[in-house]
């Protein structure tokens, strides 16, 4: 099934100003209506609690509404209507997307993706013995910089029953399991993608049901240290970062937002195909992550000379 | 050891509101009291979801949801009541934030009794 990967994420909010200056900031571009997007065309939208568009929510009350895929072509669309059919409802929504809900109860939307190709250099580093430099007399970076997110990379839902999670997105939709942690839950990619995850599940007891985070891929890790100072700067506060992770090795720092989640900045992933096999560690900071680091004003070792 | 730390003014203070202090000079906030009409509550700024070991809001002061009703841990939504710091909705269920105890002098300062590990929020 050729799922790409998440087009867009439904949010219902409390506070629809806060939620949008937030992915203002964070570098997403307002399109009007809600829709908040990535330099692909990816997006978050975001509407009000009540906004009688909005699927029903979770009975958690979790702000994400729904989780939208973009689809190679119609043929796709058809593909999973069929399977999807089989034992549940599948709705045909007039801009032509499908919506369906999962075994666990999250609404999901599918659609031929919106995305548009990007033609955008990764950051280069220069390195002794390599071959990829950067052209000679280009700098590597610059003291002010807003870097833009280029494109929704993941999500991760806290889910009551990670094996249900997993064999619903493996045996109806497609998905591949790159990487596990013990008694927590898969790292799962569509097939159409050769990200190591679009989405993760994270067991926890039902009442906690949801989204923990969202994140968009940057540029590189200077991009990722570079917006995420631009977050701190303007009073938004880390709940964990910047570092590296170990499963998909994409360099992270997370933001606690006003959806009531995590948001994310990351780069860098490791890509697999199915000649993969999946990985499975128990979970705990020693795994999670290759170092971490915490931010800390500028500071230089200044001043004058240390008298005699 | 227990110290008793002033952090502000009770005028300082606007009826609904939230505000954090870093009482110890730990580089972030570490302790933050809600006014609710003339009462005033504080508390540990720490969730219990992550055994203390993270912060409540998303931005300096966020700790309330925006009607002024509850206090809300912004990383996954924990709801915790004013009045006495119990989680009545998201991750940690049940548990309650650290009550902070305070003192409110004849003009209106508001001391904190501090325990010397009255530390902020760390990364997990
Ligand atoms: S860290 Fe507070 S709800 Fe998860
Ligand atoms: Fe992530």
Request: glycine content about 10%; aromatic content about 10%; overall charge negative.
């Amino acid at each position: 099934m050729n799922i790409i990967g998440p087009d867009a994420l439904v949010f219902g909010v409390d506070d629809v100003e806060a939620c949008s200056q937030y992915v203002t900031d964070y570098g997403l571009e307002p399109k009007g209506n809600g829709r908040f997007e990535a330099l692909d065309g990816t997006a978050v939208i975001v509407l009000p609690k009540d906004d009688p568009t909005l699927p029903a929510p979770l009975a958690t009350g979790t702000s994400l509404r729904k989780t939208v895929y973009g689809v190679a072509d119609q043929q796709t669309l058809d593909a999973i209507a069929a399977e999807l059919g089989k034992d549940r409802e599948v709705k045909q929504l007039d801009d032509g997307s499908l919506e369906a809900v999962d075994d666990l109860g999250f609404v999901l939307g599918f659609q031929v993706t919106v995305r548009k190709a990007l033609s955008l250099a990764a950051e280069v580093v220069n390195a002794p013995g390599s071959s990829a430099l950067r052209p000679v007399n280009t700098v590597g970076v610059q003291k002010e910089a807003s870097p833009k997110p280029r494109s929704l990379s993941h999500v991760v839902y806290f889910v009551p029953d990670f094996a249900k999670a997993e064999a619903f997105y493996a045996d109806r939709l497609g998905f591949v399991t790159t990487d596990r942690f013990h008694h927590v839950g898969p790292f799962m990619r569509p097939a159409g993608t050769d990200d190591h995850h679009t989405l993760f599940f994270i067991q926890t007891p039902p009442h906690m049901q949801g989204i923990e985070h969202f994140t968009f891929h940057m540029g590189g890790p200077t991009e990722v240290m570079q917006a995420g100072t631009n977050m701190v700067n303007k009073g938004y506060q880390s709940f964990w970062g910047p570092g590296r992770h170990l499963f998909g090795s994409n360099w992270f720092w997370y933001f606690k937002s006003p959806f009531g989640c995590n948001m994310e900045y990351d780069a860098d992933m490791d890509l697999h195909d199915d000649n993969w096999t999946a990985r499975e560690l128990p979970p705990g900071a020693d795994n999670s992550q290759a170092f971490l680091f915490q931010y800390r004003e500028k500071w230089a070792p200044m001043g004058p000379p240390p008298g005699k | 050891m227990r110290q008793t730390v002033p952090l502000c003014h009770l005028d300082d203070l606007a009826d609904g509101s939230a505000k954090g202090f870093d009482p110890q000079h730990q580089g972030s906030d570490t302790v933050f009291i809600v006014r609710s009409g003339d009462k005033v509550f504080a508390y540990e700024d720490k969730c219990p979801h992550y055994r203390g070991q993270t912060s409540l809001p998303w931005r300096k002061d966020a700790y309330l949801d925006p009607f002024g009703e509850t206090i809300v841990c912004a990383a996954h939504g924990a709801h915790f009541e004013i009045a006495t710091g119990l989680c009545t909705a998201g991750p940690c269920l049940g548990e309650s934030l650290t009550r902070v105890p305070l003192q409110i002098r004849d003009d209106g300062c508001v001391l904190a009794e501090l325990n010397d590990n009255n530390v902020g929020g760390e990364s997990p």
